[in-house]
């Protein structure tokens, strides 16, 4: 049976060389191959003997995932719709600023958590990605956009804030940062790569132990009760729990802060009154804020909150003490913004209501 190499780092590699008679160093060798030239052909990694090349393609496959669909937004922004089979398809966006830019990965096909404004949530779940599923995107993103080690790096941050919830794929995911961090493959900083989380607290500290990096936790809401409609997962582990998580991660993190994104709702999380509770709930954790305007999608009962809006409510985070960004909307015009990714899914979620939606 072939195996996918795109599915090993380095650590598993050297294994997997091990296992064929052949001496660690191929590893990084072939990491190189890989990932720094974009190469998925063993009969063109010149460095490698002719027998050993051979062999390989005897027992193992490069295979990133295939292209489906490529759009380009108005702005710059690119979207990538990627098949990961049986009729699946999962979405990559890049979004450019200035000679490089930030690539949004995706890590399960769907998401089960179900918050009530994402376009990616209401669609269900169907499975998590393979780590070849999602260094995939990486692989891809940067061949398209003409990533070789001669070039500049264009890809200059990585953010696992696509379709899914990283911290549910946990080992899968772990192995793909692996990846993105390793010298012979992307060997970016950790400080330049993202997790995303809606806050699953034991997945925290077992990143925080095995692979740090910077890490963003989707809050939108100050208390319980209105982040348990929100964002359901807060019934499981409640507002209390997630910062006490947080305050542990921040030790020995990368940054010496959190990111909390923070959607902002006409009418339903934008309040002063919001901000002050969200200014008080914080108060112990190291942290910045992202206020993210919501990006419509077809059915979404929510709608943007006002600029104004969201600038005073910016405004009394950062008298409170708190630092303040507030998200530029890119990529809407080809439904690449935060909120509404929606790849190609077959929900197995049974859920009551389902809700098509296009590719």
């Given at each position: 049976?072939?195996?996918?190499?795109?599915?090993?780092?380095?650590?598993?590699?050297?294994?997997?060389?091990?296992?064929?008679?052949?001496?660690?160093?191929?590893?990084?060798?072939?990491?190189?191959?890989?990932?720094?030239?974009?190469?998925?052909?063993?009969?063109?990694?010149?460095?490698?003997?002719?027998?050993?090349?051979?062999?390989?393609?005897?027992?193992?496959?490069?295979?990133?995932?295939?292209?489906?669909?490529?759009?380009?937004?108005?702005?710059g922004t690119r979207k990538?719709?990627?098949?990961?089979?049986?009729?699946?398809?999962?979405?990559?966006?890049?979004?450019?600023?200035?000679?490089?830019?930030?690539?949004?990965?995706?890590?399960?096909?769907?998401?089960?958590?179900?918050?009530?404004?994402?376009?990616?949530?209401?669609?269900?779940?169907?499975?998590?990605?393979?780590?070849?599923?999602?260094?995939?995107?990486?692989?891809?993103?940067?061949?398209?956009?003409?990533?070789?080690?001669?070039?500049?790096?264009?890809?200059?941050?990585?953010?696992?804030?696509?379709?899914?919830?990283?911290?549910?794929?946990?080992?899968?995911?772990?192995?793909?940062?692996?990846?993105?961090?390793?010298?012979?493959?992307?060997?970016?900083?950790?400080?330049?790569?993202?997790?995303?989380?809606?806050?699953?607290?034991?997945?925290?500290?077992?990143?925080?132990?095995?692979?740090?990096?910077?890490?963003?936790?989707?809050?939108?809401?100050?208390?319980?009760?209105?982040?348990?409609?929100?964002?359901?997962?807060?019934?499981?582990?409640?507002?209390?729990?997630?910062?006490?998580?947080?305050?542990?991660?921040?030790?020995?993190?990368?940054?010496?802060?959190?990111?909390?994104e923070y959607v902002m709702?006409?009418?339903?999380?934008?309040?002063?009154?919001?901000?002050?509770?969200?200014?008080?709930?914080?108060?112990?954790?190291?942290?910045?804020?992202?206020?993210?305007?919501?990006?419509?999608?077809?059915?979404?009962?929510?709608?943007?909150?006002?600029?104004?809006?969201?600038?005073?409510?910016?405004?009394?985070?950062i008298d409170a003490g708190?630092?303040?960004?507030?998200?530029?909307?890119?990529?809407?015009?080809?439904?690449?913004?935060?909120?509404?990714?929606?790849?190609?899914?077959?929900?197995?979620?049974?859920?009551?209501?389902?809700?098509?939606?296009?590719?």
């Open positions: 049976m072939t195996v996918n190499l795109l599915d090993f780092d380095q650590e598993k590699l050297a294994v997997f060389f091990a296992e064929c008679g052949e001496k660690p160093f191929r590893a990084k060798q072939l990491l190189r191959w890989m990932h720094q030239f974009g190469e998925s052909d063993f009969s063109r990694m010149s460095d490698l003997s002719k027998a050993l090349r051979e062999k390989l393609s005897g027992l193992a496959v490069v295979e990133p995932p295939r292209l489906m669909q490529e759009q380009i937004s108005d702005d990538w719709l990627l098949d990961v089979g049986a009729g699946q398809g999962v979405e990559t966006v890049f979004i450019p600023e200035g000679d490089r830019g930030t690539l949004c990965v995706s890590s399960q096909v769907g998401c089960a958590l179900e918050c009530s404004f994402c376009s990616t949530g209401r669609q269900g779940f169907n499975r998590n990605l393979g780590v070849a599923e999602i260094i995939g995107q990486l692989w891809w993103a940067n061949k398209a956009l003409g990533c070789t080690p001669r070039n500049e790096r264009v890809i200059g941050n990585v953010v696992l804030m696509g379709m899914g919830e990283p911290l549910l794929n946990f080992d899968n995911t772990v192995t793909a940062l692996h990846l993105m961090l390793d010298d012979n493959a992307y060997g970016l900083s950790r400080r330049r790569v993202t997790v995303s989380t809606s806050g699953i607290v034991p997945a925290m500290d077992r990143l925080r132990e095995q692979c740090p990096v910077a890490l963003a936790v989707s809050l939108h809401a100050p208390n319980d009760a209105l982040r348990d409609i929100l964002v359901p997962i807060n019934k499981k582990y409640p507002l209390s729990d997630l910062m006490a998580a947080c305050r542990r991660y921040v030790v020995d993190a990368p940054r010496d802060f959190i990111t909390f709702l006409d009418g339903v999380n934008d309040s002063p009154a919001h901000a002050r509770e969200l200014a008080a709930l914080t108060r112990d954790v190291p942290c910045k804020f992202n206020l993210i305007p919501f990006n419509p999608f077809p059915d979404s009962e929510y709608k943007r909150s006002p600029a104004d809006v969201i600038r005073r409510f910016g405004a009394i985070l708190r630092v303040v960004t507030t998200r530029k909307t890119r990529g809407d015009d080809i439904d690449a913004a935060c909120g509404q990714l929606a790849g190609k899914v077959q929900d197995k979620t049974r859920r009551t209501i389902k809700i098509e939606v296009a590719a």
